[in-house]
């Protein structure tokens, strides 16, 4: 479990549902949402926290990929010409 378990959920294409609990997705495999079972509210607080972390990341990553494709982009303009 953890943030590999998070990314193989996102990609996995099975339908899924939302846990009301963590707001995090899981398949219809399981009967209970495998994040936060058998967490603590403490514990839960502190998984909440690292996902809203990870989403940050994510944005700040999707912004510098988007900056170094345009870079990519007129060096090869540049030395196209
Ligand atoms: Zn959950």
Known sequence: MGIGMLYYNMRNKK???????????YTIDYTEC???????????????RVIRQGRIAN????????LAAVVF???????AI
Do not use: D, F, N, W
Not at 15 to 25: D, M
Not at 34 to 48: D, N, V
Not at 73 to 79: E, L, M, N, Q
């Open 15 to 25: 339908p899924s549902v939302k846990c009301k609990r963590c707001g995090l997705r």
């Open 34 to 48: 495998p994040h936060c079972t058998g967490l603590s509210e403490q514990e839960l607080a502190q998984l909440k």
């Open 59 to 66: 944005r700040l990553l999707g912004k510098k990929m988007i």
């Open 73 to 79: 982009i007129i060096v090869i303009v540049i030395v």
